[in-house]
Nanobody, 127 residues
Framework: QLQFVESGGGLVQSGGSLRLSCAAS????????IGWFRQAPGKEREGVSC????????NSADSVKRRFTISRDNGKKTVYLQMNSLKPEDTAVYYC????????????????????WGQGTQVTVSS
Protein backbone atom coordinates (compact mmCIF):
# COMPACT_ATOMS: atom_id res chain seq x y z
CA GLN A 1 0.00 0.00 0.00
CA LEU A 2 1.37 3.36 -1.02
CA GLN A 3 1.79 5.79 1.85
CA PHE A 4 3.36 9.19 2.27
CA VAL A 5 4.00 10.82 5.63
CA GLU A 6 4.94 14.48 5.87
CA SER A 7 6.88 15.96 8.77
CA GLY A 8 8.84 19.05 9.66
CA GLY A 9 6.08 21.61 9.84
CA GLY A 10 5.69 24.05 12.69
CA LEU A 11 5.59 27.67 13.74
CA VAL A 12 8.33 29.98 12.51
CA GLN A 13 8.85 33.72 12.35
CA SER A 14 8.85 35.60 9.09
CA GLY A 15 12.23 35.23 7.41
CA GLY A 16 12.89 31.88 9.05
CA SER A 17 13.40 28.45 7.57
CA LEU A 18 11.89 25.00 7.77
CA ARG A 19 12.65 21.72 6.06
CA LEU A 20 9.74 19.45 5.28
CA SER A 21 10.19 15.74 4.72
CA CYS A 22 7.99 13.36 2.79
CA ALA A 23 8.69 9.74 3.67
CA ALA A 24 7.35 6.98 1.45
CA SER A 25 6.53 3.47 2.57
CA UNK A 26 5.15 0.35 0.99
CA UNK A 27 6.86 0.83 -2.36
CA UNK A 28 10.00 1.99 -4.08
CA UNK A 29 10.14 5.72 -4.67
CA UNK A 30 12.24 5.43 -7.82
CA UNK A 31 9.42 5.54 -10.36
CA UNK A 32 7.39 8.33 -8.83
CA UNK A 33 7.48 12.03 -9.41
CA ILE A 34 6.78 13.81 -6.14
CA GLY A 35 5.04 17.10 -5.68
CA TRP A 36 4.62 19.42 -2.75
CA PHE A 37 1.33 21.26 -2.49
CA ARG A 38 -0.23 23.59 0.02
CA GLN A 39 -3.68 24.69 1.02
CA ALA A 40 -4.48 27.73 3.09
CA PRO A 41 -7.87 28.18 4.80
CA GLY A 42 -10.52 29.15 2.28
CA LYS A 43 -8.20 28.68 -0.69
CA GLU A 44 -7.73 25.98 -3.28
CA ARG A 45 -4.86 23.57 -3.07
CA GLU A 46 -1.93 24.85 -5.10
CA GLY A 47 1.26 23.36 -6.42
CA VAL A 48 4.45 24.49 -4.72
CA SER A 49 7.22 22.41 -6.22
CA CYS A 50 7.82 19.04 -7.82
CA UNK A 51 10.70 16.75 -8.67
CA UNK A 52 10.84 14.06 -11.31
CA UNK A 53 11.34 10.39 -10.49
CA UNK A 54 15.05 10.48 -11.24
CA UNK A 55 15.58 13.98 -9.94
CA UNK A 56 16.57 15.40 -13.30
CA UNK A 57 13.74 17.89 -13.48
CA UNK A 58 12.13 20.22 -10.98
CA ASN A 59 9.44 22.88 -11.21
CA SER A 60 8.37 25.50 -8.71
CA ALA A 61 5.64 28.06 -8.40
CA ASP A 62 6.78 31.62 -9.08
CA SER A 63 5.85 32.59 -5.53
CA VAL A 64 8.47 30.26 -4.03
CA LYS A 65 11.24 30.34 -6.59
CA ARG A 66 14.62 31.29 -5.11
CA ARG A 67 13.21 30.56 -1.63
CA PHE A 68 12.17 26.88 -1.70
CA THR A 69 14.28 23.96 -2.88
CA ILE A 70 13.03 20.45 -3.51
CA SER A 71 15.30 17.41 -3.41
CA ARG A 72 15.02 13.67 -3.06
CA ASP A 73 16.94 10.72 -1.71
CA ASN A 74 15.51 7.59 -3.32
CA GLY A 75 17.68 5.37 -1.12
CA LYS A 76 16.01 6.84 1.96
CA LYS A 77 12.65 7.00 0.14
CA THR A 78 12.34 10.61 1.20
CA VAL A 79 11.70 13.90 -0.57
CA TYR A 80 12.56 17.21 1.06
CA LEU A 81 11.33 20.75 0.73
CA GLN A 82 13.77 23.30 2.10
CA MET A 83 11.91 26.53 2.74
CA ASN A 84 13.89 29.70 3.36
CA SER A 85 12.87 33.33 3.78
CA LEU A 86 9.41 32.26 4.85
CA LYS A 87 6.59 34.78 4.65
CA PRO A 88 3.21 34.89 6.42
CA GLU A 89 1.54 34.10 3.09
CA ASP A 90 3.35 30.74 3.10
CA THR A 91 1.12 29.67 5.99
CA ALA A 92 -0.80 26.57 4.94
CA VAL A 93 -1.08 22.83 5.29
CA TYR A 94 1.61 21.31 3.12
CA TYR A 95 1.04 18.00 1.39
CA CYS A 96 3.27 15.73 -0.61
CA UNK A 97 1.91 13.49 -3.33
CA UNK A 98 3.16 10.89 -5.76
CA UNK A 99 2.61 10.37 -9.47
CA UNK A 100 3.78 7.21 -11.20
CA UNK A 101 6.11 8.27 -14.03
CA UNK A 102 8.30 5.29 -14.86
CA UNK A 103 9.05 6.38 -18.45
CA UNK A 104 9.63 10.11 -18.24
CA UNK A 105 11.82 12.38 -16.16
CA UNK A 106 9.35 15.23 -15.77
CA UNK A 107 6.93 16.36 -13.11
CA UNK A 108 3.76 18.39 -12.72
CA UNK A 109 2.60 20.92 -10.13
CA UNK A 110 -1.06 20.29 -10.93
CA UNK A 111 -2.83 18.57 -8.02
CA UNK A 112 -5.18 16.51 -10.21
CA UNK A 113 -2.19 14.77 -11.80
CA UNK A 114 -1.37 13.06 -8.50
CA UNK A 115 -3.05 9.93 -7.20
CA UNK A 116 -1.35 9.30 -3.87
CA TRP A 117 -1.39 11.86 -1.07
CA GLY A 118 -0.10 12.26 2.45
CA GLN A 119 -2.08 13.70 5.35
CA GLY A 120 -0.28 17.03 5.44
CA THR A 121 1.79 19.04 7.89
CA GLN A 122 0.94 22.52 9.14
CA VAL A 123 3.30 25.41 8.46
CA THR A 124 2.56 28.69 10.23
CA VAL A 125 4.65 31.80 9.60
CA SER A 126 4.15 34.65 12.04
CA SER A 127 4.78 38.25 11.09
Amino acid sequence: QLQFVESGGGLVQSGGSLRLSCAASGFTLDYYAIGWFRQAPGKEREGVSCISSYGGSTNSADSVKRRFTISRDNGKKTVYLQMNSLKPEDTAVYYCAGQATPWVDTCSTTPRDYAYWGQGTQVTVSS
